[in-house]
């Protein structure tokens, strides 16, 4: 089925580890964006690309960095992970005149 | 700058009750507004969006009204079922040509008990 690819689904990190988060889009798609998700705060902005080749800080890009690796590709790496950033990650992504169309998340616990 | 604000949740509803899940939102120039729905263990779904002001959202028997002068879009539907629970988010962004960052409210959580 056509839309947004995450992995992991899920995954356990010690304190100080570094960790990859892959996502995916087959739809053609231009912008791509990375989310985190905690209790009673929403959704937040870590990054976003709006087109192939660019990559743009957005409300909380502290601790996080990103690559976009080709149209499909949008990768979020933490270098060292905190246990401030448990979290529930999501990606998405949307064409000019569409919404944002969104992944099933990566659920990441760090101890 | 941007933000919306929800009503808090939870809400449990009787099956078949009228639904309202109040929105606000402050903006700068005319935003685009969205209800996105999480349903259990799921990313989030685009609910309903409207694009510029009196335009109604409408789709699953849910509506939304982009409403200028109060600065609010809010939830409606008309007799919820158990398969609405689900955590309901309110969402701003930039006109759909440009950009469209998406700035999210705290989420709503429903239950809808049989």
Redesign the interface.
């Known amino acids: 089925n056509a839309g947004?690819t995450q992995t992991p689904k899920f995954q356990v990190l010690k304190t100080g580890q570094s960790m990859t988060l892959q996502c995916a889009q087959d739809m053609n798609h231009n912008?791509m964006?990375w989310y985190r998700q905690d209790p009673?705060?929403?959704?937040?902005?870590i990054y976003?690309s709006?087109s192939e080749g660019t990559t743009d800080k957005?409300e909380v890009p502290n601790g996080y960095n990103v690559s976009r690796l080709n149209k499909r590709e949008f990768s979020l790496r933490l270098e060292s992970a905190a246990p401030s950033q448990t979290s529930v990650y999501?990606c998405?992504s949307?064409t000019?005149?569409?919404?944002?169309?969104?992944?099933?998340?990566t659920r990441l616990s760090i101890l | 700058g941007d933000s919306?604000t929800q009503m808090e949740g939870p809400v449990t509803l009787s099956e078949e009750a009228f639904l309202t899940i109040n929105c606000t939102y402050t903006a700068t120039g005319y935003p685009?507004l969205?209800w996105?729905v999480q349903y259990p263990?799921?990313?989030?779904?685009?609910l309903l969006?409207a694009t510029k002001a009196d335009d109604k959202g409408s789709n699953k028997g849910f509506e939304a009204t982009y409403r200028k002068e109060t600065t609010s879009f809010h939830l409606e539907k008309g007799s919820v079922q158990v398969s609405d629970s689900a955590v309901y988010?309110c969402a701003l962004?930039g006109p759909?040509?440009y950009?469209?960052?998406?700035v999210?409210?705290?989420?709503t959580i429903l239950r809808v008990k049989s």
Do not use: I
């Not at chain 1, 000019?96 to 998340?105: K, L, V, Y």
């Not at chain 2, 263990?41 to 685009?46: A, D, K």
């Not at chain 2, 950009?99 to 998406?102: R, T």
């Open positions: 947004v912008s964006y009673g705060m929403g959704l937040r902005l976003y709006a957005g999501f998405a949307r000019a005149t569409q919404p944002q169309h969104f992944g099933d998340g | 919306v685009s969205f996105y263990g799921e990313g989030l779904q685009l969006k988010f962004g759909m040509e950009g469209n960052k998406l999210f409210g705290a989420g």
